[in-house]
């Protein structure tokens, strides 16, 4: 299961418009299956024994994503090593949006799906989909919104009718939706294989600068028509000119569309066309221009951040909400840098933008344009805060896992690279060097230092950057060969904030836990005075906890990378 909650949310907005969501596709065989899946989504099916099964060609994300939602309070046993319990426990918003306690002025919503953030307590108008699913839970639903007080109710912006009607416009959507199956019944596996191959994987998939750049194709004026896919291809060249790595297009379009003062978010690609027709002509093609020069700026100053490529990047829309203040303000005061240090940190240690929805990140990209604007082109002074993130948001404590689906993870490792690393005969592998590591080899670019910890193995801590040149094995058996012909260097043990008794420890599987518990230590002190240094929030502990899976990625390093355990 790889979907981010982003997708999750798209879908269910999907159902409830009525929009289509494709063809499931099964094969079901007359000798019959391989056994069936121990689990499915959050739940432990292991004790199941159904009397018939399939295999699901097409539709896995779908599929698991409607029922690790809607099935919840079902009876299902949970999995228990579900890796973000949270994303499964998924909410319609029946109120006017709500932003940091204060309604969005002048742009009333009909209701959003989102994620609640941890620690947060539903309002009465936040009502879980599988809630909304049932209709007993459904009138349990609306009596609490009926039962509410006045004052409780204010914060929804619209009446309890309305409230109550929308949850029954999604509820309706929820229990009356139909999706079409495609049922394979053959004992041929080549036909199966062969079918779903033709049926599945010979279109070209149509993205959304696509369908914008053909509703929006003939919009200019006589001689001056533009095709945004094209410009996006030419963005998209121009960074990679930079080496910055592979950027989304999708990012590239919200970055466009932000600059000219467009939803970035916006599903309905149809009515936006429509409604742009006339505007986009005049304002497109120039906001095209200036959010190029401000995302290529804004990888200037990911660099002077030492974050050198997308790969390490927290979360990509950083880079869109960096490229809305330098399409601006291209030439910003030190003021405005350091603003936007702390914009970006913050974001970053506080998974801000993993937790929230798409018009919560709409709301502070366009502030900051339009803070930009008036900084860059007014000579107004620059903020010391952004309303719509608040400085008091509370960063994520210290991952306990590593794992680069994770952007506080990414944030992590960005700090922990700003400075570089040691080679073991002291030489310094520079943090451009440790971003093409992560270009290239994705979460093996850092080594496992001892794969038999008890207490630390998924850490973080146990983790070292690569500087063994392709050498075999785990980090301590390495590190023992160094140490046996007397060479470890004390810059590089001090630059992998490996402790002076690793010598002594490399022998010894006690002493290794007290080294890798320093380590974490330091880890956890490095981050902390970063985040002082920045005037950024710190956890509410000092202590590791989980961390947000909220990004696709490749899959965590294995466990079983550091097999080579000799002494």
Same mark, same amino acid.
């Given at each position: 299961?790889?979907?981010?909650?982003?997708?999750?949310?798209?879908?269910?907005?999907?159902?409830?418009?009525?929009?289509?969501?494709?063809?499931?596709?099964?094969?079901?065989?007359?000798?019959?299956?391989?056994?069936?899946?121990?689990?499915?989504?959050?739940?432990?099916?292991?004790?199941?024994?159904?009397?018939?099964?399939?295999?699901?060609?097409?539709?896995?994300?779908?599929?698991?994503?409607?029922?690790?939602?809607?099935?919840?309070?079902?009876?299902?046993?949970?999995?228990?090593?579900?890796?973000?319990?949270?994303?499964?426990?998924?909410?319609?918003?029946?109120?006017?949006?709500?932003?940091?306690?204060?309604?969005?002025?002048?742009?009333?919503?009909?209701?959003?799906?989102?994620?609640?953030?941890?620690?947060?307590?539903?309002?009465?108008?936040?009502?879980?989909?599988?809630?909304?699913?049932?209709?007993?839970?459904?009138?349990?639903?609306?009596?609490?919104?009926?039962?509410?007080?006045?004052?409780?109710?204010?914060?929804?912006?619209?009446?309890?009718?309305?409230?109550?009607?929308?949850?029954?416009?999604?509820?309706?959507?929820?229990?009356?939706?139909?999706?079409?199956?495609?049922?394979?019944?053959?004992?041929?596996?080549?036909?199966?294989?062969?079918?779903?191959?033709?049926?599945?994987?010979?279109?070209?998939?149509?993205?959304?600068?696509?369908?914008?750049?053909?509703?929006?194709?003939?919009?200019?004026?006589?001689?001056?028509?533009?095709?945004?896919?094209?410009?996006?291809?030419?963005?998209?060249?121009?960074?990679?000119?930079?080496?910055?790595?592979?950027?989304?297009?999708?990012?590239?379009? =919200?970055?466009? /569309? &932000?600059?000219? @003062? +467009?939803?970035?978010?916006?599903?309905?690609?149809? *009515?936006? %066309?429509?409604?742009?027709?006339?505007?986009?002509?005049?304002?497109?093609?120039?906001?095209?221009?200036?959010?190029?020069?401000?995302?290529?700026?804004?990888?200037?100053?990911?660099?002077?951040?030492?974050?050198?490529?997308?790969?390490?990047?927290?979360?990509?829309?950083?880079?869109?909400?960096?490229?809305?203040?330098?399409?601006?303000?291209?030439?910003?005061?030190?003021?405005?840098?350091?603003?936007?240090?702390?914009?970006?940190?913050?974001?970053?240690?506080?998974?801000?933008?993993?937790?929230?929805?798409?018009? =919560?990140?709409? /709301? &502070?990209?366009? @502030? +900051?344009?339009?803070?930009?604007?008036?900084?860059? *082109?007014? %000579?107004?002074?620059?903020?010391?805060?952004?309303?719509?993130?608040?400085?008091?948001?509370?960063?994520?404590?210290?991952?306990?896992?590593?794992?680069?689906?994770?952007?506080?993870?990414?944030?992590?490792?960005?700090?922990?690279?700003?400075?570089?690393?040691?080679?073991?005969?002291?030489?310094?592998?520079?943090?451009?060097?440790?971003?093409?590591?992560?270009?290239?080899?994705?979460?093996?670019?850092?080594?496992?230092?001892?794969?038999?910890?008890?207490?630390?193995?998924?850490?973080?801590?146990?983790?070292?950057?690569?500087?063994?040149?392709?050498?075999?094995?785990?980090?301590?058996?390495?590190?023992?060969?160094?140490?046996?012909?007397?060479?470890?260097?004390?810059?590089?043990?001090?630059?992998?904030?490996?402790?002076?008794?690793?010598?002594?420890?490399?022998?010894?599987?006690?002493?290794?836990?007290?080294?890798?518990?320093?380590?974490?230590?330091?880890?956890?002190?490095?981050?902390?005075?970063?985040?002082?240094?920045?005037?950024?929030?710190?956890?509410?502990?000092?202590?590791?906890?989980?961390?947000?899976?909220?990004?696709?990625?490749?899959?965590?390093?294995?466990?079983?990378?550091?097999?080579?355990?000799?002494?």
């Amino acid at each position: 299961y790889v979907w981010t909650r982003p997708n999750m949310l798209d879908l269910f907005d999907s159902v409830r418009r009525r929009y289509p969501l494709g063809t499931l596709l099964f094969w079901r065989s007359p000798r019959g299956t391989s056994e069936t899946q121990a689990r499915f989504g959050p739940f432990d099916l292991s004790q199941t024994r159904p009397p018939d099964s399939m295999f699901l060609l097409d539709g896995q994300q779908r599929l698991t994503t409607l029922a690790g939602v809607l099935l919840r309070g079902a009876g299902l046993p949970p999995h228990a090593d579900e890796e973000d319990e949270g994303r499964w426990s998924v909410y319609f918003d029946a109120g006017n949006l709500q932003v940091d306690g204060a309604r969005q002025a002048g742009k009333p919503t009909d209701g959003t799906f989102m994620h609640l953030r941890q620690g947060d307590t539903p309002t009465p108008w936040q009502i879980p989909l599988h809630s909304l699913a049932d209709t007993n839970t459904l009138f349990q639903a609306v009596g609490g919104i009926f039962q509410a007080s006045d004052e409780a109710l204010k914060g929804a912006g619209v009446a309890r009718e309305i409230l109550v009607a929308r949850l029954q416009g999604v509820a309706r959507a929820l229990q009356s939706y139909r999706i079409p199956i495609v049922e394979f019944v053959t004992d041929d596996l080549n036909l199966a294989v062969e079918s779903f191959t033709r049926l599945n994987r010979k279109g070209v998939r149509i993205g959304a600068d696509e369908m914008f750049s053909a509703l929006t194709y003939q919009a200019g004026a006589e001689g001056e028509r533009f095709h945004i896919a094209r410009e996006i291809d030419k963005t998209l060249a121009a960074i990679k000119e930079t080496g910055f790595g592979k950027v989304d297009r999708v990012l590239v379009l =919200r970055a466009f /569309l &932000v600059a000219a @003062e +467009l939803d970035p978010y916006r599903t309905d690609w149809s *009515q936006l %066309g429509d409604e742009t027709r006339k505007q986009v002509a005049n304002k497109l093609p120039q906001a095209m221009e200036r959010a190029r020069e401000g995302l290529l700026r804004g990888i200037a100053f990911l660099r002077d951040e030492q974050i050198h490529n997308a790969r390490m990047l927290p979360y990509g829309l950083q880079l869109v909400g960096l490229s809305a203040w330098f399409g601006e303000d291209p030439q910003p005061r030190p003021e405005a840098i350091r603003l936007l240090r702390r914009w970006l940190w913050h974001t970053g240690f506080a998974s801000w933008f993993g937790q929230g929805n798409p018009s =919560r990140y709409t /709301l &502070v990209l366009n @502030e +900051l344009r339009d803070q930009a604007g008036r900084v860059g *082109q007014e %000579g107004a002074a620059v903020p010391t805060e952004l309303r719509h993130l608040p400085w008091s948001t509370r960063t994520e404590p210290f991952p306990e896992r590593y794992d680069l689906r994770s952007a506080r993870v990414r944030a992590l490792l960005c700090l922990l690279a700003r400075d570089g690393v040691c080679y073991p005969n002291g030489d310094r592998k520079r943090p451009e060097e440790i971003a093409r590591d992560f270009a290239e080899n994705g979460p093996e670019a850092m080594r496992t230092v001892w794969s038999r910890s008890t207490t630390l193995r998924s850490s973080p801590a146990n983790r070292m950057f690569d500087v063994f040149d392709g050498q075999r094995g785990q980090g301590r058996s390495l590190l023992k060969r160094i140490a046996d012909q007397g060479q470890l260097n004390p810059d590089f043990l001090a630059s992998h904030l490996l402790p002076p008794l690793i010598a002594d420890a490399l022998r010894d599987p006690v002493a290794m836990e007290q080294v890798l518990t320093a380590r974490l230590n330091d880890m956890i002190a490095k981050e902390r005075a970063f985040m002082q240094e920045l005037q950024i929030p710190l956890p509410a502990s000092a202590e590791p906890g989980p961390s947000l899976i909220d990004q696709e990625d490749e899959s965590p390093l294995s466990e079983s990378d550091g097999a080579d355990d000799t002494v």
